[in-house]
T-cell receptor
Framework: AQKVTQAQTEISVVEKEDVTLDCVYE???????LFWYKQPPSGELVFLIR??????QNEISGRYSWNFQKSTSSFNFTITASQVVDSAVYFC???????????FGTGTRLTIIP | EAQVTQNPRYLITVTGKKLTVTCSQN?????MSWYRQDPGLGLRQIYY???????DKGDVPEGYKVSRKEKRNFPLILESPSPNQTSLYFC??????????????FGEGSWLTVV
């Protein structure tokens, strides 16, 4: 069975600080995909990134970066120079071969204090 | 604009009164799915559909029905809603199965309260 753990339930940081959201996953499959979604206060789910298990390269997109480490089964998300608009709930999710769904973590609520 | 559209976005209903939440996507996606989001539980899959007339249960299908008569539509039916079905519901779609790494796109969510 698969599992995604987001141990940080809530995080608050002051604007312009950097913040890292942790995601730890469990699966026995060698082929899998990892995702991050953002849920702003308005409630919709916004896709941020997808990573496959064979690509351990870190990715940077503007102020966002992702660190994928198979050795520790982690796929952490860092926001640099945070802004108030980054305030949201962030979900990490996993899909594996043969499983027609995403397995979600319980989410991390990030609050950026102006 | 590519999107997944759900209706209604907000609904308060009474126990036992049948309701349908509609979902439509305009991306010609084959895969569609329903999730519910509850505090402390993240999102859990209710049902999914790999194509027209092909549906299957997810992790929490009890109390729900779905149908996929057309590719673009995937309604969620609560035949006899109960208070434990109070939740935020998301419809989702993707080009193909998520187990092939296809990105899943979500609708805006439907807030359902059963009293």
């Amino acid at each position: 069975a698969q599992k995604v753990t987001q141990a940080q339930t809530e995080i608050s940081v002051v604007e312009k600080e950097d913040v890292t959201l942790d995601c730890v996953y469990e699966t026995r499959d060698t082929t899998y995909y990892l995702f991050w979604y953002k849920q702003p206060p308005s409630g919709e789910l916004v896709f941020l990134i997808r990573r496959n298990s064979f690509d351990e390269q870190n990715e940077i997109s503007g102020r966002y970066s992702w660190n994928f480490q198979k050795s520790t089964s982690s796929f952490n998300f860092t926001i640099t120079a945070s802004q108030v608009v980054d305030s949201a709930v962030y979900f990490c999710a996993l899909s594996v071969v043969g499983n027609e769904k995403l397995t979600f973590g319980t989410g991390t609520r990030l609050t950026i204090i102006p | 604009e590519a999107q997944v559209t759900q209706n209604p976005r907000y609904l308060i209903t009474v126990t036992g009164k049948k309701l349908t939440v509609t979902c439509s996507q305009n991306m010609n996606h084959e895969y569609m799915s329903w999730y519910r989001q509850d505090p402390g539980l993240g999102l859990r899959q209710i049902y999914y559909s790999m194509n027209v007339e092909v549906t299957d249960k997810g992790d929490v299908p009890e109390g729900y029905k779905v149908s996929r008569k057309e590719k673009r539509n995937f309604p969620l039916i609560l035949e006899s809603p109960s208070p434990n079905q109070t939740s935020l519901y998301f419809c989702a779609s993707s080009l193909g199965s998520p187990d092939s790494g296809n990105t899943i796109y979500f609708g805006e969510g439907s807030w359902l309260t059963v009293v």
